[in-house]
């Protein structure tokens, strides 16, 4: 059996042919497959634009949760300690509830720093409210938190941020 020359290259370049359609046709199998794979997961743009919105709101509610802003955004000339304190708790208290849904598109320890950041501040709060005499005016509350948020590692909040920036560009890999 003699094939031609020309037979031989004409089966080369039909063999070639199929070669690509297979490796094509498996291509589209496999983004296919994967496509599956991210429905079943749940991993889609949407979802991906919704985890990325909880990010923002968590990063933004950490930012203000911080000792700093949180005195500095509730300063009053006239209110007392007492009166200051309760309202620095019922923001940290009434922000925190208002972003307790975005913990569903993040992990549980990251909602856990979430939770201890304001429980922590809480806790500050009180603990340097308990040090100040009971008539003293708004002013010396404000002074006290803002001299122990300048201490080392006072402020909780940059550790939560770390985290929050450091969970988003994972998602975004």
């Given at each position: 059996m003699n094939f031609s020359a020309e037979t031989v290259q004409n089966v080369i370049l039909a063999a070639i042919f199929l070669f690509f359609i297979a490796i094509a046709w498996l291509l589209a199998e496999f983004n296919g497959m994967k496509e599956a794979i991210r429905e079943k997961l749940g991993?889609?743009?949407?979802?991906?634009?919704?985890?990325?919105?909880?990010?923002?709101?968590?990063t933004l509610y950490a930012e203000?949760?911080?000792l700093k802003n949180l005195v500095s955004r509730n300063h009053s000339d006239t209110a007392s300690a007492r009166e200051l304190q309760i309202t620095l708790l019922d923001t940290l208290k009434s922000e925190y509830e208002y972003n307790s849904s975005q913990?569903?598109?993040?992990?549980?320890?990251?909602?856990?720093?979430?939770?201890?950041?304001k429980d922590q501040n809480s806790f500050i709060i009180n603990q340097i409210a308990a040090n100040i005499p009971a008539n003293a005016a708004g002013i010396e509350l404000s002074k006290a938190l803002l001299e122990y948020s300048m201490t080392n590692n006072a402020e909780l909040n940059k550790i939560?941020?770390?985290?929050?920036?450091?969970e988003a560009k994972k998602l975004l890999k």
């Open positions: 991993i889609n743009n949407e979802t991906l634009k919704l985890k990325l919105q909880a990010y923002e709101r968590l203000r949760a911080g913990q569903i598109y993040i992990s549980p320890e990251l909602w856990k720093a979430i939770t201890k950041l939560v941020l770390d985290a929050l920036n450091f």
